[in-house]
């Protein structure tokens, strides 16, 4: 099972799944960079996995169904393009001869879902958490609350340490610069920075990362770490606990540069 990240618009990432003959595409925004890897390598589109509502993780659904020959998985809580399957946390979706675990993540939108295949023929296992957890960040609370955001993530961060982590946008540099501002002493974020850098200017991508990489660089997943929570004291007195520091380093990263 092949897994490959498909630009679109200007940062977004559809996830593909093949194997050779038969594919699955997680939140294709657009239509035309799906459709232009199925032609190219003769692939059958049996499914589409969507996250939540938002347009560019939405876009292309009606325009792919021409190509598809399967189900379009999405929450049961939002409105996403009909016809679709809806799916709650707990639950199953099948597709290529996969079961994927859902897992409520509310936060970045109400009713958000992600993804999870565990380890298998495939390899290592695959997160497609959407826009709930980035590379070194989380996602803008437009929606929920922080104490959604905050048990959605420490349910992802369960996840095994090798599990590959296909997040929806290359905000990864921009992160990092966030991180280190969060905890300027952190080794592990200036190593990866560094590495991230290198592969964007050699025109690479940064995903998928790992979990085991993302508590080692990711504030938002060490939100109990005397100097993450000290750097959230910074911004706002009196912030105790992890919903308040994420809250506080939500807001100070919304404004960060």
Request: proline letters at 7%; charged letters at 15%.
């Amino acid at each position: 099972m092949r897994l490959l990240a498909l630009p679109a618009f200007t940062d977004n990432y559809i996830w593909m799944l093949h194997d050779g003959v038969r594919a699955l595409v997680v939140d294709p925004g657009e239509a035309a960079p799906v459709e232009t890897v199925l032609q190219a390598q003769g692939l059958q589109l049996a499914g589409i996995l969507v996250t939540h509502h938002h347009g560019d993780h939405v876009g292309g659904v009606d325009a792919l169904r021409p190509r598809l020959n399967g189900p379009v998985f999405g929450p049961a809580r939002e409105r996403i393009p009909q016809p679709f399957t809806p799916l709650h946390g707990g639950e199953r979706a099948s597709l290529l001869g996969l079961a994927f675990q859902v897992i409520d993540v509310p936060g970045h939108t109400a009713g958000h879902i992600a993804y999870f295949l565990p380890e298998g023929a495939h390899g290592a296992p695959i997160l497609f958490c959407g826009d709930t957890l980035f590379s070194a960040g989380c996602g803008r609370l437009f929606e929920g609350s922080p104490a959604q955001m905050q048990a959605s993530l420490a349910a992802l961060a369960a996840l095994p340490d090798d599990t590959r982590v296909c997040c929806a946008h290359e905000y990864t540099l921009s992160n990092l610069r966030f991180a280190a501002a969060v905890e300027p002493h952190n080794p592990a974020i200036a190593q990866h920075r560094a590495w991230c850098e290198t592969e964007r200017a050699h025109g690479g991508i940064t995903l998928p990362s790992t979990l085991a990489l993302e508590r080692q660089i990711n504030p938002f997943l060490r939100l109990s770490q005397p100097d993450v929570v000290r750097a959230a004291q910074q911004q706002r007195s009196g912030t105790h606990g992890d919903v308040e520091v994420l809250a506080t380093l939500r807001e100070w990263k919304n404004g960060f540069q």
